[in-house]
């Protein structure tokens, strides 16, 4: 039996909210581009563009639960894509420059964990330091241009081969999705980041060593950076410095619009995958409707600051409310 308590909190909860934004986002552009956006082929195209922000958020999710954040993601994603650009340009095999590119990310990942939890750095400020660094440092490695001369065909591997007759990129959505709600709901890693993320305290005197927790968290995030940077080098076929400005952006937006707290202690990681297609969703549609990109950015904008006020304001209100009126 469905308890009325249930139904409240399926009603005022994130979930509910984010299928309401996805289906009216639908709508709007089915009526304004019917012949166009409501393709099969373009939904397709919009799960093959959200792939490596669904990859990356569904890592920095776990790493939200925590209270924590990480804003080199896009600095992280250029930064390896050069590198791995720069490997298959040199005669490595795909497998060795995407190794080469990992453990990059893995450093970073790294040293994000370390300043925040052996240094005591804000979350903020250690990942905004090492956004600038990979960034600089990718630009320094590509000498300030795309690296793209003289780069062979076997680059494109990822981008356009398909396995029964799916592409690649949808079969990475597809294992990002299981991997990571299977950690979020059936391992300790996700059980102990929201247990930081709620009260650190108190996980720190139940005998949780929240700062390796963190540092694993982090170095995940590293983990799926990278391999976004690889994704989007074999797409374009090259690896661009000033590429993935703003990814970041759109990875805490996805999480955000998916219902995850920047506080911590509450996210989902099937939320963020909604969330990251809507983020597409607008991109492609907008695009669809000959929109500019600065428009877009200012929706992108209006949009994170109505997400903050609905889910921790309007939502919570109303959950309480209900909750109350149920007791009385």
């Given at each position: 039996?469905?308890?009325?308590?249930?139904?409240?909190?399926f009603f005022s909860s994130p979930i509910f909210a984010i299928l309401v934004i996805f289906l009216l986002i639908n709508i709007f552009f089915i009526v304004k581009a019917p012949d166009?956006?409501?393709?099969?082929?373009?939904?397709?195209?919009?799960?093959?563009?959200?792939?490596?922000?669904?990859?990356?958020?569904?890592?920095?999710?776990?790493?939200?639960?925590?209270?924590?954040?990480?804003?080199?993601?896009?600095?992280?994603?250029?930064?390896?894509?050069?590198?791995?650009?720069?490997?298959?340009?040199?005669?490595?095999?795909?497998?060795?420059?995407?190794?080469?590119?990992?453990?990059?990310?893995?450093?970073?990942?790294?040293?994000?964990?370390?300043?925040?939890?052996?240094?005591?750095?804000?979350?903020?400020?250690?990942?905004?330091?090492?956004?600038?660094?990979?960034?600089?440092?990718?630009?320094?490695?590509?000498?300030?241009?795309?690296?793209?001369?003289?780069?062979?065909?076997?680059?494109?591997?990822?981008?356009?081969?398909?396995?029964?007759?799916?592409?690649?990129?949808?079969?990475?959505?597809?294992?990002?999705?299981?991997?990571?709600?299977?950690?979020?709901?059936?391992?300790?890693?996700?059980?102990?980041?929201?247990?930081?993320?709620?009260?650190?305290?108190?996980?720190?005197?139940?005998?949780?060593?929240?700062?390796?927790?963190?540092?694993?968290?982090?170095?995940?995030?590293?983990?799926?950076?990278?391999?976004?940077?690889?994704?989007?080098?074999?797409?374009?076929?090259?690896?661009?410095?000033?590429?993935?400005?703003?990814?970041?952006?759109?990875?805490?937006?996805?999480?955000?619009?998916?219902?995850?707290?920047?506080?911590?202690?509450?996210?989902?990681?099937?939320?963020?995958?909604?969330?990251?297609?809507?983020?597409?969703?607008?991109?492609?549609?907008?695009?669809?409707?000959?929109?500019?990109?600065?428009?877009?950015?200012?929706?992108?904008?209006?949009?994170f600051i109505f997400i903050i006020v609905l889910y921790e304001k309007v939502l919570k209100n109303i959950g309480n409310k209900s909750l109350i009126s149920l007791k009385s």
């Amino acid at each position: 039996m469905i308890r009325k308590e249930n139904i409240y909190k399926f009603f005022s909860s994130p979930i509910f909210a984010i299928l309401v934004i996805f289906l009216l986002i639908n709508i709007f552009f089915i009526v304004k581009a019917p012949d166009s956006f409501f393709q099969l082929k373009n939904y397709v195209n919009i799960l093959r563009q959200s792939a490596t922000i669904i990859l990356v958020a569904s890592a920095a999710t776990i790493l939200m639960m925590t209270g924590n954040i990480d804003l080199s993601t896009g600095s992280v994603v250029a930064f390896s894509a050069v590198i791995y650009a720069l490997c298959v340009k040199s005669g490595l095999s795909l497998i060795v420059g995407g190794a080469i590119a990992i453990i990059c990310g893995i450093i970073v990942g790294i040293i994000n964990g370390v300043l925040v939890t052996k240094f005591n750095f804000p979350p903020f400020i250690a990942t905004l330091g090492t956004m600038y660094v990979c960034r600089g440092i990718a630009l320094i490695l590509a000498k300030g241009t795309t690296v793209r001369d003289d780069m062979p065909l076997q680059i494109f591997y990822l981008a356009e081969k398909s396995f029964l007759s799916i592409p690649i990129y949808i079969w990475i959505v597809i294992i990002t999705l299981v991997v990571f709600i299977f950690i979020e709901k059936k391992t300790l890693l996700g059980k102990y980041s929201l247990a930081i993320g709620g009260n650190k305290n108190a996980a720190i005197f139940s005998g949780i060593n929240t700062g390796i927790i963190i540092l694993a968290i982090y170095i995940v995030v590293g983990i799926a950076a990278s391999f976004a940077g690889i994704m989007t080098a074999s797409r374009l076929g090259a690896g661009d410095p000033r590429g993935a400005y703003g990814f970041e952006f759109d990875v805490i937006l996805a999480i955000l619009l998916g219902g995850t707290k920047l506080s911590g202690g509450k996210g989902s990681v099937f939320g963020t995958f909604i969330g990251a297609v809507i983020v597409t969703i607008l991109g492609n549609g907008l695009s669809m409707l000959n929109i500019l990109i600065f428009w877009q950015n200012i929706l992108k904008g209006v949009m994170f600051i109505f997400i903050i006020v609905l889910y921790e304001k309007v939502l919570k209100n109303i959950g309480n409310k209900s909750l109350i009126s149920l007791k009385s």
